[in-house]
């Protein structure tokens, strides 16, 4: 796996004049996982379409590993989770690979990762045709077979039923365990960050800016897992929240 940092250097972004981000900074040591937490407006998918390369009008600079974040391979799934409704499920899972051939994981890889998500009967469907579940496991299985420097998910299972929520969670950290891809994903849950990220960084808004970015004890710990030590987690980031956006 390439080692190194996600850098995110003093990163401001205005649009029409007005700052929607304002000299935003972190690093992740790439194979990580953060999750950005913050209110609805304070810029966390604007954060994201930078990194994505979806907004090029900012001022600062995005690095991947000493390279221009511009040079890496992105996966990104926004919160519709962005599938083609006129291409069935075969063709959106390997949209990466008939854009660019050099893009993605090997054909063994790519039906291990469709097993892993359970999801090989439902190839020959359409978007349209799956539970709110599946499509999210078909968005699963594209950002992983496009085999991305940069794995980026925008509140990503804010859709979905608790119980599918749940589940949607476990087999995301399974593949990710497995392939210890760099992972952003945006979250307004705080259990949820807990669960999934590695390192977790509370924003706040008007502008949007980085208040604080907390290693997170509990990431990895089912085995031996502390209740009380994960509420004392929560409710610290809750404290954090309330005071900027009471």
């Known amino acids: 796996m390439m080692s190194g940092l996600l850098r995110v250097e003093h990163l401001s972004v205005c649009f ?23 209110a609805s407006g304070c810029g966390k998918s604007t ?10 009008d900012y001022r600062g600079n995005v690095t991947f590993a000493d390279v221009p974040v511009s040079k890496t391979v992105r996966g990104y799934m926004p919160q519709n989770l962005g599938l083609m409704g006129w291409k069935k499920v075969r063709d959106n899972i390997f949209i990466s690979r008939d854009i660019n051939k050099v893009i993605g994981v090997s054909d063994s890889e790519a039906t291990d990762i469709i097993d892993e998500l359970g999801i090989g009967d439902l190839l020959d469907r359409y978007p349209s045709e799956l539970s709110g579940g599946q499509r999210q496991r078909v968005a699963l299985a594209r950002l992983f077979v496009s085999n991305p420097d940069i794995l980026m998910m925008d509140e990503p299972f804010s859709a979905l039923d608790t119980i599918t929520a749940d589940m949607s969670r476990e087999l995301f950290l ?10 952003i994903f945006t979250t307004h849950n705080l259990h949820e960050a807990v669960l999934l990220g590695q390192h977790i960084m509370i924003m706040g808004k008007n502008p949007g800016r980085v208040l604080q970015v907390v290693d ?6 089912e085995a031996d897992y502390d209740e009380e030590f994960y509420t004392k987690t929560v409710c610290r980031l ?8 009471r």
């Open 174 to 183: 399974r593949l990710w365990q497995k392939r210890r891809t760099t992972t």
């Open 216 to 221: 997170n004890r509990m990431f990895g710990r």
């Open 238 to 245: 809750q404290v954090i929240m309330k005071n900027e956006y």
């Open 47 to 56: 954060l994201l379409n930078v990194i994505g390369g979806i907004i090029t």
């Open 16 to 38: 029409h004049s007005q700052p929607v981000l304002s000299d935003i900074s972190f690093s992740l040591p790439v194979g990580d996982i953060i999750a950005i937490v913050g």
